[in-house]
């Protein structure tokens, strides 16, 4: 008979956690360069140690397994270091977009119960104010030599042998697959973000299905630009990568001259982007200047490639082999890749389900549609969400029928290529990241000049989707003498002071009236085929989009 110490035994001996997933990594590789962050340099062994060290400066600060950890930040290898050691305590770590504002992120902590957040001196303002605001005990910060008064320092904490040698026992043992590594905030019908709850299991078994669909392999010379905070780049790219034993050289964000010159400097093999970063670099002058031709493997996703553009890049990197990636952070977040043998046939599909995902595109009663005709996304999958932090009714929603519902309308050929159409919840996608229309229309309404507002994706050749508000001004303030030019600013100034960069609308059109169908709904379709011609003709007044990135 098995006693409960055996059995105890037993499980951790079977145990499959992000932690031991790394260790693995850490003792086939041990010396191999792993990260590279400006001057500092990491291998497979010190990557290792140095998640080991911050998991346990974690824990002495007080914080238990399970308590969410909020990181506000850009990239940097203290980033990269917070989440490893996060997932080796048992800590949940909370990835929130660092162009958020104060208020934004507020609600992020708030709903996650955030106990700790680390951030960097350049966002502590912002952070500060939301920790004082919700009373969080732990702050600390992602940058060398940057922390703040009470605080704690992951980058000193990583290198100082005052929190383990290499010979230590290591923390976390009792982490168990199926807790919950990540909260990936995404934005739902409502417009406000839901905690998508990732167990180290999911991840790991999405981390499977990208080494083998995206042909991973220790020889590559990886480019990480895009946000870590973003799913893509963390789950799809750099965490899978890193358990092949890749050599990664990471960056702030995807400036194309800074991008091009490493790719020529570091003979990249390896680089993912989303379409808007792709046409910001064929767009540079470099392009034709570099050296590119290290490169073999290319990556996009995040939002829908224009077929032209596609054929430019494949044109002008001759011999590369390009995938085209889907999904959702919900789902890990890949649910889908068309692979470079399949471009020629399909340039406009994102491919089919990969090893871990099971896929149908079903009619309102969950029914399969025919090839050629619309339907919704459902998935099965072990990479997926075991539900979202402290919302069981969006919860159950999503899973309604037994499958998870993507949100997202395709059409389906007979081998079972998805061709996506269109989005059922009212989201933006903008340069790859996912914008509520809803929380963009409530803060123009604050705006003492707007009757009504419609928000809507409106194509545009750099953003592919831009943010695009359809307002209708009260009659005082329409028949006020002001210029629709200068109104049109104002509209912009305004929403610039409430919303993070990406959601502040690219341009305000101003009409008569919103078109509504006999029961007073709005009929925001009709206004997205009225102005689908507009995206040359933006305003120049709306903020450029942050880098892409999402969750």
């Not at 090839?371 to 979202?388: A, D, F, K, N, T």
Request: with cysteine; glycine share 10%.
């Amino acid at each position: 008979m098995t006693t409960g110490s055996e059995a105890a035994q037993q499980q951790r001996a079977r145990r499959n956690t992000i932690g031991d997933a790394l260790r693995r990594s850490a003792r086939r590789f041990r010396d191999r360069p792993a990260l590279r962050f400006g001057e500092r340099q990491w291998s497979y062994a010190a990557l290792d140690l140095a998640a080991d060290r911050v998991a346990r400066c974690l824990l002495a600060q007080g914080l238990k397994p399970g308590d969410r950890v909020l990181a506000y930040g850009r990239n940097s290898d203290g980033y990269l270091l917070a989440w490893l050691g996060c997932a080796r305590a048992g800590l949940i770590h909370v990835p929130a977009n660092f162009a958020l504002t104060a208020g934004e992120l507020e609600h992020i902590a708030r709903q996650s119960g955030a106990a700790a957040l680390l951030t960097q001196p350049a966002l502590r303002a912002t952070a500060e104010a939301v920790r004082g605001r919700l009373g969080i005990a732990v702050a600390g910060t992602l940058e060398e030599g940057a922390a703040g008064p009470g605080g704690f320092d992951v980058l000193a904490a990583a290198q100082d042998p005052r929190w383990g040698g290499p010979g230590d026992p290591p923390p976390g043992e009792a982490v168990r697959d199926e807790d919950v590594a990540q909260l990936l905030y995404t934005s739902g019908t409502t417009g406000l973000p839901k905690g998508a709850m990732m167990t180290h299991r999911a991840l790991l078994a999405e981390y499977m299905s990208c080494i083998v669909e995206l042909e991973f392999a220790g020889e590559d010379r990886v480019l990480a630009s895009l946000p870590l905070y973003h799913s893509a780049q963390m789950h799809c790219f750099t965490m899978p990568q890193l358990l092949v034993g890749a050599s990664i050289v990471l960056i702030e964000a995807p400036e194309p001259a800074r991008v091009l010159e490493l790719i020529e400097r570091h003979r990249i093999s390896s680089f993912f982007a989303p379409p808007t970063v792709w046409i910001g670099l064929l767009r540079h002058p470099d392009f034709a200047r570099r050296d590119l031709g290290a490169l073999r493997k290319i990556y996009y996703g995040a939002s829908i490639m224009p077929v032209p553009v596609l054929q430019e890049l494949r044109e002008r990197l001759p011999g590369v082999r390009p995938f085209n990636c889907y999904g959702q952070s919900e789902i890990a977040p890949l649910a889908t890749v068309l692979r470079p043998e399949e471009h020629d046939a399909r340039p406009g599909s994102v491919g089919r389900p990969i090893l871990n995902v099971e896929t149908r595109v079903v009619d309102a009663a969950m029914r399969d549609v025919a090839p050629g005709e619309r339907g919704e996304i459902v998935h099965r999958s072990p990479q997926l969400l075991v539900g979202y932090w402290d919302n069981p009714e969006e919860t159950a929603r999503a899973f309604e029928g037994g499958w998870f519902h993507s949100g997202d309308v395709a059409e389906v050929d007979a081998e079972g290529y998805l061709y996506i159409v269109d989005r059922t919840k009212d989201l933006i996608n903008t340069g790859g990241v996912l914008v509520a229309s809803r929380e963009v229309e409530e803060a123009l309404f604050t705006h003492p000049a707007v009757a009504e507002v419609a928000v809507i994706a409106v194509p545009d050749p750099r953003w592919i989707e831009a943010v695009t508000a359809v307002v209708v001004l009260r009659a005082d303030a329409a028949g006020g003498g002001a210029a629709p030019e200068e109104i049109e600013r104002a509209l912009i100034a305004h929403a610039r002071e409430r919303l993070a960069p990406y959601k502040v609308p690219k341009r305000v059109i101003l009409t008569d009236a919103l078109p509504k169908n006999t029961a007073g709904k709005l009929l925001k379709r009709e206004l997205r085929a009225r102005y689908a011609g507009t995206g040359d003709a933006a305003l120049g007044h709306g903020l450029a989009a942050p880098a892409p990135g999402g969750g």
